[in-house]
């Protein structure tokens, strides 16, 4: 930690000490962006705000929006889209359905059979119903069981198991000497987005790829299995998207623009993120005659699964038909954006989504997520309708076509991007909802608000503040002393950097909007994920079954919202900004040094004649070759800037340490639209035009999805990347673009320091 940072937190200790939630007491240390008066409203109103979400809604919001499947051209997916608007509307926001037109593709034919190494085995590719879920039976409307933007293809050839299908997987089976090349793989779920599998097993020459739920991940290894618990059970399946989301989401059409009715679209064959193989996803009942069949080698230790079989890798005799057929589709998504105008200052834009459709009756996912948001436009729509009014301009969205590829929102965020730069001040995101702890991940600008957030909810089963459970939760995890010293020392806990997978990617990554995704768990297990099985019997049985934490989450997203849009200043801040940024550059600093070491040692151990020695005869591995030590990179331009970047966070702590004298009435004076304006600025500095190197949709030059993880955050991507793929030249080039945004970033929070310390002068 610098120092800057170390005196401010000895100041926010101080602040965290004073009790919270119900018991607002008078000398109560002001919000963080209000004078002491404004803070004494703020506080009156959030405690409104807080006591009207019900669990009683919550529920039957919920058994209407999962009653049939919804999803994106189905007709509960519509008639879902009209009722969550006509609910914004009687909550009184002002309401309208924005509509994009889409690809969508859905099966028309799938196979995946054995037909050669073992009795012909034909897959089911179906869900059953269970007589006690009533909505599983409703086959007419369910999707069936496929991964959205595979390529046709009809293809017969080798079976490979690879295990997760990450990279990693590829460099071992080198080693073991295997090849993909003219196979179909067989990759297990999880490890990775699920894209990634399809898409690294075509770069290695294969021809198809199954991707499977193996029961050691979300089965029968877990718990028990659905209906008697809530794992998956043998013939569940896991529906999912397949594009290619880190080269760019949303519609494959359109990239970068809206999907309105006249846009210019891409050829379906130009479309670069659908797959270059046909892929399917298997249950692990079909999964299993399939693995039974590999010979070969036996796997390594790590790679088996919970499945009563030994893994082989093959290839061998087992030889799998896969076929892949769809409709290529265009079709509508309905995005209910509902909006309650600011007061004071009604182009700043508070903007809240959650999606609305699901892979199927989605109970869990979204419609979990959904409600709460639903409840906090409604506790919105009552304080407005008892005088409440915000400064700014809240907006509601309920996203369409999340689950295929983050369409709803993506198209949005493209369409509205000129608007969306001027005016959006944050985005806070929810996808989905259960018991536990309360995570929260985004701008680093954002940690101490989102903080400060937490310390005043109460979470319902310790009665804890969910600050506090979740620091405690954090402890116990912990893995060193130095962790938990600081867990337990900082004023603020960190949060996690976003990567994607849910409907932030377009706000904070294409349009630099300073992004939250907030959500509970930690404490639901299960396996039902993307199937017919996560539905309202599911969801009442196994998770929030008396949808309190969907009251906090509702409590959550609520006071955020009104925090943001009431507080007198932006509560941006960055001191825990900084810090952040100076433990990436520490990291990046480790990574590329421990590139150097292991190559370095690796070289030794091979001229030492180490893997010649240890080498089985009967279980050979081909042994590694020599490779040039990586350069040492020029770090200095980065470390600059993150020396300027700390001394413009400190700067700007002195400029709020006096506009905060005297109960901060120079808060409410002073004219701080144009400090607000650099606040706002602060993210949209951290992204730039060219966007990153090889995928230029993503534009944020801290965050992105890794490009080979999906959903896993890479921060700093464009160097990290780099030296994870030996790339040095670009690395050392990536280093200089980043060290510019940064310095900007810097020039930046100086500018508004000094706005702000000259509009608050006494
Ligand atoms: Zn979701």
């Given at each position: 930690?610098?120092?800057?940072?170390a005196?401010?937190s000895i100041?926010?200790?101080?602040i965290?000490?004073?009790p919270?939630?119900n018991?607002?007491?008078?000398?109560e240390?002001?919000l963080?962006?209000?004078?002491?008066?404004?803070s004494?409203?703020?506080r009156?109103?959030?405690e409104?705000l807080?006591?009207?979400?019900?669990?009683?809604?919550?529920?039957?919001?919920?058994q209407?929006?999962s009653?049939?499947?919804h999803h994106?051209g189905?007709?509960?997916d519509k008639?879902?889209?009209?009722?969550?608007?006509?609910?914004f509307?009687e909550f009184?926001?002002?309401?309208?359905?924005?509509?994009?037109?889409?690809?969508?593709?859905?099966?028309?034919?799938r196979v995946?059979?054995?037909?050669?190494?073992?009795?012909?085995?034909?897959?089911?590719?179906q869900?059953?119903?269970?007589?006690?879920?009533?909505?599983?039976?409703?086959?007419?409307?369910?999707?069936p069981?496929?991964?959205?933007?595979?390529?046709?293809?009809?293809?017969?050839?080798?079976?490979v198991?690879?295990?997760?299908g990450?990279?990693?997987?590829?460099?071992?089976?080198?080693?073991m000497g295997?090849s993909?090349?003219?196979?179909?793989?067989?990759?297990r779920?999880?490890?990775?987005w699920?894209?990634i599998?399809?898409?690294?097993?075509?770069?290695?020459g294969a021809?198809?790829?199954?991707?499977?739920s193996?029961p050691?991940?979300?089965?029968?290894?877990?718990?028990e299995?659905?209906?008697a618990?809530?794992?998956?059970?043998?013939?569940?399946?896991?529906r999912g998207?397949?594009?290619?989301?880190?080269?760019?989401?949303?519609d494959?059409l359109?990239?970068g623009?809206?999907?309105?009715?006249?846009?210019?679209?891409?050829k379906?064959?130009?479309?670069?993120?659908i797959?270059?193989?046909?892929v399917?996803?298997?249950?692990?009942?079909?999964?299993?005659?399939?693995?039974?069949?590999?010979?070969?080698?036996?796997?390594?230790?790590?790679?088996r699964?919970?499945?009563?079989i030994?893994?082989h890798?093959?290839?061998?005799v087992?030889?799998?038909?896969?076929?892949?057929k769809?409709?290529?589709?265009?079709?509508?998504?309905?995005?209910?954006?509902g909006?309650?105008?600011?007061?004071?200052?009604?182009?700043?834009?508070?903007i809240r989504g959650?999606?609305?459709?699901?892979?199927?009756?989605?109970?869990?996912?979204?419609?979990?997520?959904?409600?709460?948001?639903?409840?906090?436009?409604?506790a919105?729509?009552?304080l407005?309708?008892?005088g409440?009014?915000?400064?700014?301009?809240?907006?509601?969205?309920?996203?369409?076509?999340?689950?295929?590829?983050?369409?709803?929102?993506?198209?949005?965020?493209?369409?509205?991007?000129?608007?969306?730069?001027?005016h959006?001040?944050?985005?806070?995101?929810?996808?989905?909802n259960?018991?536990?702890?309360?995570?929260?991940?985004g701008?680093?600008?954002?940690?101490?608000?989102?903080n400060?957030?937490a310390?005043d909810?109460s979470?319902?089963?310790?009665?804890?503040?969910?600050?506090?459970?979740?620091?405690?939760?954090?402890?116990?995890?912990?893995k060193?002393?130095?962790?938990?010293?600081?867990i337990?020392k900082?004023a603020?806990?960190?949060?996690?950097?976003?990567?994607?997978?849910?409907?932030?990617?377009?706000?904070?990554?294409?349009?630099g909007?300073?992004?939250?995704?907030?959500?509970?768990?930690g404490?639901?297990?299960?396996?039902i994920?993307h199937?017919?099985?996560?539905?309202f019997?599911?969801f009442?049985?196994f998770?929030?079954t008396?949808?309190?934490?969907?009251r906090?989450?509702?409590?959550?997203g609520?006071?955020?919202?009104?925090?943001?849009?009431?507080?007198?200043l932006?509560?941006?801040?960055f001191?825990?900004?900084?810090?952040?940024?100076?433990?990436y550059?520490k990291?990046?600093k480790?990574?590329?040094q421990?590139?150097?070491?292991?190559?370095?040692?690796?070289n030794?151990?091979?001229?030492?004649?180490?893997?010649?020695?240890?080498?089985?005869?009967k279980?050979?591995l081909v042994?590694?070759?020599?490779?040039?030590?990586?350069?040492?990179?020029?770090f200095?331009?980065?470390?600059?800037?993150?020396?300027?970047l700390?001394?413009?966070?400190a700067?700007?702590?002195?400029?709020?340490e006096?506009?905060?004298a005297?109960?901060g009435?120079?808060?409410?004076?002073a004219?701080?639209?144009?400090?607000?304006?650099?606040?706002?600025?602060?993210?949209?500095?951290?992204?730039?035009?060219?966007?990153l190197?090889?995928r230029?949709w993503?534009?944020?030059?801290?965050?992105?999805?890794?490009?080979?993880?999906?959903?896993a955050?890479?921060?700093?991507?464009?160097v990290?990347?780099?030296?994870?793929?030996?790339?040095w030249?670009q690395?050392?080039?990536?280093?200089?673009?980043?060290?510019?945004i940064?310095?900007e970033?810097?020039?930046?929070?100086?500018?508004a320091?000094?706005?702000?310390?000259t509009a608050?002068?006494?």
């Amino acid at each position: 930690m610098n120092r800057a940072a170390a005196v401010a937190s000895i100041l926010l200790v101080g602040i965290s000490l004073v009790p919270v939630g119900n018991h607002v007491i008078a000398d109560e240390p002001p919000l963080f962006g209000y004078s002491a008066e404004s803070s004494r409203a703020e506080r009156q109103w959030e405690e409104k705000l807080r006591a009207i979400p019900s669990p009683e809604n919550l529920r039957s919001y919920m058994q209407k929006l999962s009653a049939r499947p919804h999803h994106v051209g189905s007709q509960a997916d519509k008639d879902n889209a009209e009722w969550i608007a006509s609910k914004f509307k009687e909550f009184g926001l002002d309401t309208h359905i924005e509509q994009f037109d889409v690809l969508f593709p859905t099966p028309k034919e799938r196979v995946v059979e054995l037909v050669e190494g073992g009795p012909k085995f034909v897959a089911k590719l179906q869900e059953p119903a269970v007589p006690q879920d009533p909505t599983s039976s409703q086959q007419a409307e369910q999707l069936p069981t496929y991964n959205a933007y595979s390529i046709d293809g009809d293809v017969t050839a080798p079976l490979v198991y690879v295990n997760y299908g990450v990279p990693e997987d590829y460099e071992q089976l080198d080693r073991m000497g295997v090849s993909v090349k003219g196979k179909i793989v067989i990759a297990r779920y999880y490890h990775s987005w699920r894209g990634i599998k399809p898409k690294v097993a075509a770069e290695h020459g294969a021809v198809g790829c199954l991707i499977y739920s193996d029961p050691h991940e979300d089965g029968f290894v877990r718990g028990e299995t659905f209906p008697a618990g809530a794992y998956r059970p043998p013939d569940g399946v896991q529906r999912g998207s397949v594009a290619d989301m880190p080269f760019y989401p949303g519609d494959p059409l359109t990239p970068g623009v809206g999907a309105t009715k006249d846009a210019k679209r891409l050829k379906i064959e130009d479309a670069a993120t659908i797959t270059k193989i046909p892929v399917l996803p298997i249950s692990y009942g079909d999964a299993q005659p399939l693995l039974a069949a590999l010979t070969g080698q036996v796997a390594p230790e790590g790679w088996r699964g919970g499945l009563a079989i030994t893994y082989h890798i093959g290839p061998g005799v087992a030889k799998v038909h896969l076929k892949v057929k769809s409709n290529w589709d265009i079709k509508p998504v309905y995005d209910v954006i509902g909006k309650i105008q600011g007061a004071t200052f009604p182009d700043e834009w508070v903007i809240r989504g959650n999606h609305h459709d699901g892979w199927v009756n989605g109970a869990e996912d979204p419609i979990s997520g959904q409600v709460a948001l639903m409840e906090e436009a409604r506790a919105l729509g009552e304080l407005v309708k008892s005088g409440w009014k915000p400064k700014r301009t809240i907006i509601y969205c309920a996203w369409d076509g999340e689950e295929p590829g983050l369409l709803g929102s993506t198209e949005w965020a493209e369409q509205h991007y000129d608007e969306l730069r001027a005016h959006g001040v944050a985005y806070i995101n929810s996808d989905g909802n259960g018991r536990g702890y309360l995570g929260i991940e985004g701008s680093h600008t954002l940690e101490k608000f989102s903080n400060d957030v937490a310390r005043d909810i109460s979470d319902p089963e310790t009665k804890l503040t969910a600050w506090k459970r979740q620091q405690l939760h954090e402890i116990a995890e912990a893995k060193t002393t130095e962790q938990r010293e600081e867990i337990r020392k900082r004023a603020d806990l960190r949060i996690p950097a976003l990567g994607s997978g849910s409907d932030f990617t377009g706000f904070l990554q294409h349009d630099g909007v300073a992004s939250l995704n907030i959500g509970f768990g930690g404490e639901d297990g299960g396996g039902i994920y993307h199937s017919i099985y996560d539905d309202f019997y599911w969801f009442t049985h196994f998770s929030d079954t008396d949808f309190v934490y969907g009251r906090a989450l509702a409590q959550t997203g609520g006071t955020a919202m009104m925090r943001l849009a009431d507080a007198d200043l932006l509560p941006f801040e960055f001191g825990d900004f900084a810090d952040t940024v100076q433990t990436y550059l520490k990291e990046l600093k480790a990574l590329s040094q421990k590139m150097q070491d292991d190559i370095r040692e690796r070289n030794r151990e091979i001229e030492e004649g180490v893997f010649k020695a240890t080498n089985d005869p009967k279980h050979p591995l081909v042994a590694p070759s020599v490779e040039s030590v990586p350069p040492h990179l020029n770090f200095a331009p980065m470390e600059n800037a993150v020396d300027a970047l700390n001394h413009s966070a400190a700067d700007y702590r002195k400029a709020l340490e006096q506009a905060n004298a005297n109960g901060g009435s120079a808060l409410v004076s002073a004219s701080l639209a144009e400090v607000d304006k650099m606040l706002i600025e602060s993210e949209r500095k951290l992204t730039n035009a060219e966007g990153l190197p090889n995928r230029p949709w993503f534009k944020h030059q801290l965050y992105a999805p890794g490009f080979y993880t999906g959903y896993a955050v890479k921060t700093v991507p464009a160097v990290r990347e780099a030296i994870e793929l030996k790339q040095w030249k670009q690395a050392d080039e990536a280093i200089v673009v980043v060290a510019k945004i940064l310095q900007e970033e810097s020039t930046l929070i100086s500018s508004a320091a000094a706005k702000l310390a000259t509009a608050t002068a006494h």
